[in-house]
């Protein structure tokens, strides 16, 4: 039997999620997926809250992980108790609520990315990778343009960034990318020196120490490699 080439396979993936032969997924991300992916945000939010929290001590207000476990359980009560015809409805409630509900920079910065995500995806039931990459993309220039922030500054986009470049790198989603590139793109934030945000005020004692923001990144992007590796 001929194997299939990964051309033959992208064919298929409009209705069905599958492996290509370079492990990348052919897939395009419905309701379901967005709604797992928030899940298992939360529970890392949860879980890693006091960490985040630790990481926001010496070079912050020691409130992220605080904000983040709020704003994640705020997100999972709402997407819970709705029904969503588009990816696009959800990210917007997500968006909505992460900017209503944390009281930190973070909210707004999180809830920024998602509500530009949810405007690039809008108007169909899956999203395609091509999609989801723009998105990402348009994700980030939202979160520069409200954070007044460039890469390099040891904020979440040190993250952010990172992903939309691996994701447009590549041609379909890949678990793996994803959670290599959030964990390393997280661990180079340590030796940073803060020029926005609060731990712009420690100048160079902000050195050494990852920045929370990215490490929240972090846990969300490695939730959604979780995802996608389930529905593989
Ligand atoms: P706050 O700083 O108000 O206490 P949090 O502690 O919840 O809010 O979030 C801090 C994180 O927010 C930082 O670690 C950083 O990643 C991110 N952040 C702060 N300011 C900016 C900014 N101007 N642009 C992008 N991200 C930022
Ligand atoms: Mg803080």
């Not at 991300?29 to 001590?57: A, C, F, R």
């Not at 409805?89 to 999180?110: E, N, Q, R, Y």
Request: proline share 3%; with cysteine; net charge negative.
């Amino acid at each position: 039997m001929a194997v299939p080439d990964k051309n033959d396979m992208k064919v298929n993936s409009i209705y069905f999620s599958c492996f290509s032969m370079e492990g990348e997924f052919l897939m395009e991300i419905d309701v379901q997926m967005i709604l797992d992916w928030m899940k298992k945000t939360n529970e890392k939010m949860q879980e890693n809250k006091s960490y985040l929290t630790s990481l926001d001590q010496p070079i912050g207000d020691g409130d992220h992980g605080i904000n983040m476990a709020r704003g994640f359980q705020e997100v999972e009560n709402k997407v819970t108790k709705e029904s969503y015809a588009t990816p696009s409805d959800v990210l917007k409630d997500i968006a909505m609520t992460l900017m209503s509900k944390v009281g930190g920079a973070s909210g707004p910065l999180f809830g920024t990315a998602f509500l530009k995500l949810s405007t690039a995806v809008k108007g169909s039931e899956t999203v395609s990778y091509e999609s989801f990459v723009n998105g990402i993309e348009q994700a980030v220039t939202g979160v520069k343009q409200r954070g007044k922030a460039e890469a390099g500054e040891k904020t979440m986009i040190d993250v952010w960034f990172p992903i939309s470049e691996a994701l447009r790198e590549n041609e379909a989603f890949s678990a793996d990318v994803l959670v290599d590139t959030a964990k390393q793109a997280m661990e180079n934030t340590k030796e940073m020196l803060a020029t926005k945000g609060r731990a712009a005020y420690f100048k160079e004692k902000s050195q050494g120490h990852i920045d929370p923001g990215s490490a929240s990144s972090f846990y969300l992007f490695e939730a959604l490699s979780e995802v996608l590796k389930e529905r593989a």
